[in-house]
């Protein structure tokens, strides 16, 4: 891993993100890029081209000048860091800035609400993780002593997502960390026995070309409640999901059974989403 992505609004949640991205970058040897979106709209720029480059550089000036007090964090002591701070409006296009700046991650911070679906639903969140062809991690509480010793990865073992399956195994590879999979089986639409969901596995890593590792079967109410129940009880530092990308990731997580508080909170987990 060389480059890391980190999207600054000056929040809290952004901050907590740049820790995290600083934690990575140094046990990764990686660089970590901030990026500024000025978001500037045409009621702020006006249609004088003088006065239109005042304005701009302003707001250029302005959104520079905030960035010291995060270059002077602690945590960032001993990590190359690059500041880009840009007119974009959309989320979208920290795909196209991840492509040209060859970034391998990008960790961004969310505010979050009660669990996975609210986690990403109708957020910026949502938008990047939509369109990055880049992995996404997702983070949402300050985590100072952030590691990356285990990752779930959950998956309903489609063929389609076999080349995700590929990414998470390599970044865990690289993070030297055991990768667990898992199968939420759940009694609502989408029951299976252990023959189906035995067979749909083989066919997966048939496709993968890979062994077949050991994949934990995990029973609950909703795949959602499945996922966050088991990813306390292993204490994993990671939960990767694959996404489409054409839909919201709430898609692939919807149950049909509200969420107990508590189970909710768990989504403070960091999630590592991979489109595939």
Not at 47 to 69: I, S
Not at 151 to 162: K, M, S, T
């Amino acid at each position: 891993m060389q480059r890391i992505l980190v999207p600054i609004d000056f929040s809290e949640p952004a901050e907590h993100a740049l820790e995290v991205a600083a934690q990575i970058a140094k046990r990764q040897g990686a660089e970590i890029v901030m990026l500024h979106m000025l978001g500037l709209s045409e009621a702020v720029l006006t249609k004088n081209e003088e006065q239109e480059y005042k304005e701009a550089k302003y707001y250029l000036g302005l959104a520079k000048k905030r960035f010291k007090p995060l270059m002077d964090k602690p945590f960032l002591k001993g990590v190359e860091v690059k500041v880009i701070v840009q007119n974009y409006k959309d989320f979208k296009e920290l795909d196209r800035v991840a492509q040209e700046r060859h970034i391998d991650l990008i960790v961004m911070g969310s505010h979050g609400a009660s669990g996975l679906n609210d986690f990403f639903v109708g957020s910026n969140t949502e938008k990047v993780v939509r369109s990055s062809r880049v992995p996404v991690l997702v983070v949402k509480m300050k985590n100072p002593e952030f590691k990356v010793e285990s990752i779930l990865f959950a998956c309903d073992f489609n063929e389609g997502f076999v080349p995700a399956f590929k990414n998470v195994q390599a970044m865990a590879t690289g993070f030297s960390a055991r990768l667990q999979l898992v199968y939420v089986n759940t009694p609502y639409g989408g029951f299976s026995s252990n023959t189906e969901i035995g067979q749909r596995i083989a066919k997966f890593f048939e496709k993968a070309g890979t062994d077949i590792p050991q994949v934990a079967i995990y029973n609950d109410y909703s795949v959602e409640e499945g996922l966050l129940n088991y990813a306390k009880e292993g204490g994993f530092d990671i939960l990767a999901l694959p996404t489409r990308g054409r839909k919201p990731i709430s898609h692939f997580l919807l149950g049909s059974r509200s969420i107990g508080e508590d189970v909710a909170n768990h989504a403070n987990l960091p999630v590592l989403t991979l489109k595939v």
